[in-house]
C-alpha cells in the first residue's frame, strides 16, 4: 500500500535546500575574452584559456564580479570586502584543466534572505528563505554521448565535447535549509526559484531561460518524522528545468521518500536526475563517499576585494524589487488579484507598463495584451510582443479614447499590423476604416433614414425612444458601419427632438 | 667579434653593422652543430624561425628604423614558454610533438625586441628537478665537465651560454631553477620578483612560486634581458602593475660603497662544500673592499624553508599538471575505440610522466587531501609567511641579502638520481627567495679548489627592488674579474668542436 503525497505529508515533514545556477549574460566568459553568444557552432568560441592549454593563465571578468554583487545586494546579502577563487579538483572530460574555478570558503556574498508568497488554503501566506551564499564559478564544457542506451558517458559508443560553455560565468545561489513548510513545500520551492527569476531578469545579469539552461535549480529535500524534530537525510534532484518541474521534483520526492521510510528502508544521500514525463527521479551519483575535490585557494588569480565605494554604487543602481513593483502596479491600476497573476504569469507587466507609459488606460492595455494580442501570438507561438509594438497598441488605444476608431474596428486595425500592413495609421487609411465622424456627412445618412421610414420617426418623436434603434441600423448600414453608433444615435434622438 | 663575446658587445656589433643579425644566428647554430652533440642544451632547433628573424632585424636596421638594445641577438628559449607554431615539451613525453597556437607573454616581447629565438631548450620534465637528468629526452652535459649535471631545472638554458651556444637565454625558476644552474656552469641568472615578469605562456608547475627570468653571461646582459621581458601584464592577474626598476643602469653603476649586504647565517655551514663556503668568503671580501657594509642576519625559519616547498610545489603541481589527459593535446595512449576516456586518461598519464614528476603529483594529491589539508599545505603556507617576516626583518637592516647560491659544485650525472632527498638539498638555499616572492640573482665567484668547478654567489634583493641585486652583482662581478683577469668561462676546459 503505498502513500499518495498527502498521506506521506500528513506522516512527515519535509525540509527544502535549493542551489539555483544562473549563467550570467556577460558579453565575454568568467576568465577570458571569448564570446558566450548561446547556440554557436561548437568549439568556436574557444580560447588557451578556456581549452585550459599549457601556460594559459585565467583573469577575471570584472562585470562577473559586479553582477554577483548586484545579485547579492538584491537578496539583502552581505558583500564580502575580501573573497577569494578556489580550484576544485576532479577529472572530467568536458573540464579543460580538470579543476573547476569555484569560490569555495570565501564566497562574495552571504547571509541574505528573499520573501516569498504563496496561495494557500486560507489566503496569501509568506515565507522567508534564508540565503547562505552566493558565489561565482565558471561553467564546463558540454558533453554529448552518443550511443548506448542512457546518453550517459558509460555505455556510450563515443563522446563529442563542445568546449563553447566552458568559462561561461555562472552564479550559485545557494539556501540555508528551509524548514516548515509542510505541505506547501513543493510551491514554496516553486515560488522562491519564480522569485529569484524575478530578481534576476530585473538586475539584467542573466537571461534566466530555464529551458536553455541559464538558470538551473537543484531541489534538495528531506523528510523527518512529524514530531521526531530529527532532520533526515537529503536527496539532491539536479538541473530541473522549469517551474513546474521545481514543484513536482519537491512532491515527487516527498512521496518517494515517504515511502521508502514507511517501507523500513534508508534514504541515500545521492544526486537524483528529474524525468520531465513521469515527474520521478532517477538515481544518479552517490554521495555516501564524500568526493574529495581538494581544493586550495586559486594561486592563478588575485582575492577579490571590491572596494566599499564601488558596492555602495552598485547598491544605487538597484531597480524597485519586483514584488514591490507588483504590489504598486495592482494598487495604481485597481488590478484584481486573479488579473494581476494572469498577467505575471504571462510575462506581460513589462509590456503593459509601458502602454501605460505612453497614456494608456491601464484596464485597456491589460485587455488588449492579455485579449487579442496574446490569443494570436499563442495561436502563432509567438510573443505578443513580437506581433505588435506597445507603441502601436498605445495609439490604437487613443485612437478610440478619441473617438476616431470604434472597439470594432480598431480590432481591425491591430488585425492589419499584425499581417504586417505598416503602422496603424498606415492600415486605417489603407482600409479606410475611419470613423464617420463628420455631423454633415452624418446628418445626411439620418436625414434619408428618417425619410426612408416616416412612421418610425413619428413614434420616436412620440417619446418612444427604443424605436430609434431601427433609425440607427439603417444609418450604420449606410456609412458601412464607420459611424460611431453612440455619435448617430446622439444627433438622431436630437434632430428627433428627444 | 665571436661567439665568445658577451650580448651587449654583439648588439653593438649589429648596431655598427660589423655584422648581420643573420650571419651572428648562422655562427651560434654552427656552434650548435659542433658541440650540441655532446652537450645536449637544445630539445629543438627552429632555423626557420630564427633566420626569418634575423633577415627582418637587418632589413629594418638597413632602413634605419629604431631597434631595441638586443635586437638580433640570439637566444635560447627554455622549452616551458609557449611560442607559436614552436613544438613545446617541457622536457616530456606528455607534450611531445605538440605545437602551442599561441606566443608566451615573454616570446610577444622577445619577438618585439627583435630577439633572434635559436630554439628551445632542455630541462628537467615539467621544470621538476636539480640536474636536468629528469627530461625524457636524456639529460644535458655540462659543459665544464661532461660526466656531470649543468643544473636544474634549466640547465638546458645555462649549459647553452657556458657552451657558447647562445649569448642570452630565459629561464624560469620556482626553487632555484635559474639559479642553480647558474651557479654550476659560471654564468649569470635572475629569478626576478615574482609577478615582475608575465607567467603567460609559462607552463605552471606551481603557479604561486614560477617565475621567468634572464640567463646570460654577465650582469649586464642579464639586466638588458630583464628590460626586455619584465613589466604588467593584464594576462596575468599575478603580475605587478608597477614600474620596472632601472636594472641596466643598476648594473652598470658599480659603486656599491656605504650599502648594507647580510649574510644569511643559516645558509652555510653543514653541507656546504668547502671550496664552496671559501670562494663565497673571498667574494665578500670583495664587497667589503668596495666599501660595502656586511652583517650577519639571521632568518630562523628558513630551516623549514625545503619542508613547506615540497609541500606547496607538489600540491599546486598536481592540479596544474591535471589537464594533461590527452583530451586536447598532447600523448594520447590506448585510444583503440574500444577502452573509454578514463581509461585513455589513466593509460596517457601512467606513459606520458616520468618518475619525478609522478613523484610530486602524488605527493601533492595527498597533501591536498580533505583531513590532510590544514596539516599539510596549510602548515606550510604558514611557513612561507614566516619565511616572508624573516626577509622582511632581515632587510630592515640590509639592502641585499648574499649566500651561497647552491651548497656544492656541480655533481656526476647520475649521483643523486636514487636519492630525491639528497637532490632536493641543492635548491637550499635559493628555495626561502621564491617562498617570499622577492628577487634572487646567482653569479659566478670562484673556482672551488676541490674540483675546480664554478661556484654561484646568491644575492637576494627586496620585492621590486630587483635594482639592487643588479646593482651588488655588477659591481662584485666587476671586482672578480678584475681580479681573475679574464672571465671565468675561460677557465673552462675548451669543448671538443668549439670555436
New interface residues.
Given amino acids: 500500500m503505498s502513500l499518495n503525497y498527502d498521506q506521506a505529508i500528513e506522516k512527515y515533514e519535509p525540509t527544502l535546500g535549493l542551489e539555483v545556477h544562473v549563467e550570467l549574460n556577460t558579453k565575454s566568459k568568467m576568465f577570458c575574452g571569448c564570446a558566450t553568444e548561446f547556440g554557436a557552432q561548437p568549439n568556436t568560441q574557444t580560447c588557451?584559456v578556456c581549452?585550459?592549454?599549457?601556460?594559459?593563465?585565467?583573469?577575471?571578468n570584472k562585470k562577473a564580479i559586479e553582477s554577483s554583487i548586484l545579485i547579492g545586494l538584491a537578496l539583502n546579502c552581505s558583500i564580502a570586502p575580501f573573497s577569494r577563487f578556489a580550484?576544485k579538483?576532479y577529472?572530467y572530460?568536458d573540464m579543460?584543466?580538470?579543476?573547476q574555478t569555484s569560490q569555495y570558503d570565501e564566497p562574495i556574498c552571504v547571509n541574505g534572505f528573499l520573501d516569498v508568497e504563496i496561495e494557500a488554503d486560507d489566503g496569501m501566506k509568506s515565507f522567508r528563505i534564508e540565503i547562505e551564499r552566493v558565489h561565482m564559478e565558471e561553467d564546463t564544457g558540454k558533453s554529448l554521448h552518443v550511443g548506448g542506451s542512457t546518453g550517459r558517458?558509460?555505455g556510450a559508443e563515443y563522446?563529442l565535447?563542445d568546449y563553447n560553455r566552458a568559462g561561461i560565468p555562472l552564479v550559485e545561489i545557494v539556501t540555508k535549509i528551509v524548514p516548515n513548510t509542510g505541505k506547501y513545500a513543493p510551491q514554496v520551492a516553486r515560488a522562491y526559484v519564480a522569485a529569484l527569476r524575478d530578481i534576476l531578469r530585473s538586475l539584467n545579469v542573466s537571461d534566466v531561460k530555464m529551458e536553455q539552461g541559464s538558470l538551473r535549480c537543484d531541489v534538495n529535500l528531506s523528510l523527518s518524522k512529524i514530531g521526531s524534530g530529527k532532520l533526515g537525510t537529503r536527496s539532491e534532484t539536479k538541473n530541473v528545468n522549469s517551474l513546474r518541474s521545481v514543484e513536482r521534483a519537491a512532491a515527487g520526492e516527498v512521496i518517494r521518500q515517504a515511502n521508502r521510510l514507511e517501507a523500513g528502508e534508508r534514504i541515500v544521500q545521492e544526486t537524483r536526475h528529474f524525468l520531465e514525463e513521469s515527474g520521478q527521479t532517477r538515481p544518479g551519483r552517490s554521495k555516501e563517499q564524500?568526493e574529495?575535490y581538494?581544493?586550495?585557494p586559486e594561486?592563478?588569480?588575485?582575492p577579490v576585494a571590491p572596494d566599499a565605494k564601488w558596492i555602495e554604487e552598485l547598491r544605487k543602481t538597484l531597480p524597485e524589487k519586483p514584488a514591490a513593483r507588483r504590489k504598486r502596479l495592482q494598487t495604481a491600476w485597481s488590478v484584481p488579484d486573479k488579473e494581476m497573476a494572469a498577467m505575471v504569469n504571462a510575462e506581460l507587466l513589462d509590456t503593459v507598463e509601458e502602454t501605460v507609459k505612453l497614456g494608456a488606460d491601464p484596464t485597456k492595455a491589460r485587455s488588449w495584451w492579455l485579449g487579442e494580442v496574446s490569443r494570436v501570438a499563442n495561436d502563432r507561438g509567438v510573443l505578443p510582443t513580437e506581433l505588435i509594438s506597445v507603441k502601436d497598441i498605445a495609439q490604437v488605444i487613443a485612437l478610440i479614447a478619441s473617438g476616431e476608431l470604434t472597439d470594432k474596428l480598431a480590432r481591425q486595425v491591430v488585425e492589419g499590423v499584425i499581417a504586417g500592413e505598416g503602422s496603424p495609421s498606415d492600415v486605417i487609411s489603407k482600409r479606410g476604416l475611419k470613423v464617420v465622424s463628420d455631423d454633415s456627412a452624418l446628418m445626411k445618412a439620418i436625414e434619408d433614414a428618417i425619410a426612408a421610414q416616416p412612421d418610425t420617426a413619428e413614434r420616436v418623436r412620440g417619446g418612444n425612444i427604443p424605436a430609434a434603434g431601427a433609425l440607427i441600423g439603417a444609418v450604420m448600414k449606410a456609412t458601412g458601419g464607420q459611424a460611431d453608433a453612440a455619435k448617430v444615435r446622439e444627433l438622431l434622438l436630437k434632430h428627433l427632438g428627444q | 667579434m665571436s661567439i665568445r663575446d658577451n650580448a651587449s658587445v654583439m648588439a653593438a656589433a649589429l648596431a655598427n653593422k660589423e655584422i648581420s643579425a643573420v650571419e651572428l644566428a648562422n655562427q651560434h647554430y654552427e656552434q650548435i652543430a659542433s658541440v650540441d652533440k655532446n652537450v645536449h642544451a637544445f630539445l629543438y632547433l627552429d632555423k626557420e624561425g630564427a633566420l626569418a628573424q634575423a633577415k627582418e632585424v637587418d632589413k629594418k636596421r638597413a632602413a634605419g628604423e629604431k631597434l631595441s638594445p638586443l635586437a638580433g641577438v640570439p637566444l635560447a628559449l627554455k622549452d616551458v614558454?609557449?611560442q607559436k607554431g614552436v613544438p613545446?615539451t617541457?622536457g616530456s613525453k606528455m607534450?611531445e610533438g605538440?605545437r602551442?597556437?599561441?606566443d608566451?607573454t615573454v616570446v610577444t616581447k622577445l619577438k618585439s625586441a627583435g630577439i633572434v629565438i635559436l630554439g628551445k631548450t632542455n630541462m628537467d620534465e615539467f621544470a621538476m628537478g636539480s640536474s636536468t637528468e629528469n627530461s625524457a629526452f636524456g639529460p644535458t652535459h655540462n659543459p665544464w665537465d661532461l660526466t656531470r649535471i649543468p643544473g636544474g631545472s634549466g640547465g638546458g638554458s645555462s649549459a647553452s651560454l657556458a657552451a657558447y651556444e647562445a649569448p642570452l637565454a630565459i629561464g624560469t625558476d620556482t626553487g632555484g631553477s635559474i639559479r642553480q644552474p647558474a651557479a654550476v656552469t659560471g654564468t649569470v641568472g635572475v629569478k626576478p620578483t615574482y609577478g615582475g615578469v608575465s607567467?603567460?605562456?609559462?607552463?605552471?608547475f606551481?603557479?604561486?612560486l614560477d617565475q621567468a627570468g634572464p640567463c646570460a653571461r654577465t650582469v649586464l646582459d642579464a639586466a638588458l634581458l630583464h628590460q626586455v621581458i619584465a613589466g604588467f601584464d593584464?594576462?596575468?592577474?599575478?603580475s605587478i602593475n608597477q614600474a620596472v626598476p632601472d636594472v641596466v643602469a643598476a648594473a652598470k653603476k658599480l659603486d656599491i660603497k656605504g650599502m648594507k649586504i647580510g649574510v644569511v647565517k643559516q645558509l652555510a655551514g653543514d653541507g656546504y662544500q668547502k671550496g664552496v663556503e671559501s670562494k663565497f668568503n673571498e667574494a665578500v671580501a670583495e664587497l667589503v673592499k668596495l666599501g660595502a657594509e656586511i652583517i650577519e642576519v639571521s632568518c630562523p625559519n628558513f630551516e623549514y624553508a625545503l619542508a613547506a616547498y615540497y609541500l606547496i610545489a607538489p600540491?599546486?603541481c598536481?592540479?596544474n599538471l591535471?589537464?594533461?589527459?590527452s583530451?586536447?593535446?598532447g600523448l594520447r595512449i590506448g585510444d583503440d575505440g574500444v577502452k573509454?576516456?578514463?581509461e585513455v586518461?589513466n593509460l596517457t598519464r601512467q606513459a606520458g610522466f616520468g618518475r619525478e614528476v609522478k613523484r610530486r603529483i602524488i605527493l601533492g594529491?595527498y597533501a591536498?587531501?580533505?583531513g590532510y589539508?590544514d596539516a599539510y599545505?596549510g602548515s606550510a603556507q604558514k611557513v612561507r609567511t614566516l619565511i616572508k617576516r624573516d626577509f622582511d626583518a632581515a632587510f630592515e637592516k640590509c639592502d641585499v641579502l648574499i649566500s651561497p647560491t647552491a651548497p656544492t659544485t656541480a655533481f656526476k650525472i647520475g649521483e643523486k638520481s636514487n636519492d630525491p632527498l639528497a637532490m632536493y638539498l641543492n635548491d637550499i638555499a635559493t628555495i626561502p627567495v621564491n617562498m617570499a616572492g622577492i628577487g634572487g640573482m646567482s653569479l659566478p665567484c670562484g673556482l672551488a679548489e676541490e674540483d675546480n668547478l664554478p661556484v654561484g654567489f646568491q644575492i637576494m634583493s627586496p620585492a621590486m627592488k630587483d635594482d639592487r641585486m643588479y646593482l651588488v652583482g655588477g659591481a662584485l662581478e666587476a671586482a672578480l674579474l678584475s681580479k681573475w683577469g679574464k672571465p671565468i668561462l675561460d677557465f673552462a676546459p675548451k669543448l671538443a668542436g668549439s670555436k
Fill in positions: 588557451p581549452l585550459g592549454l599549457p601556460g594559459a593563465l585565467p583573469v577575471v580550484r579538483n577529472f572530460p579543460p584543466k580538470n579543476f558517458i558509460h563522446s565535447l564524500a574529495d581538494r581544493y586550495f594561486p592563478d588569480l588575485v | 614558454m609557449t613545446t617541457c607534450l605538440w602551442p597556437p599561441y608566451s607567467r603567460y605562456g609559462l607552463v605552471a606551481s603557479s604561486s593584464p594576462k596575468d592577474s599575478t600540491s599546486e598536481s592540479s591535471a589537464r594533461f589527459d583530451m586536447r593535446f573509454g576516456a578514463e586518461m594529491t591536498l587531501s580533505s589539508y599545505y
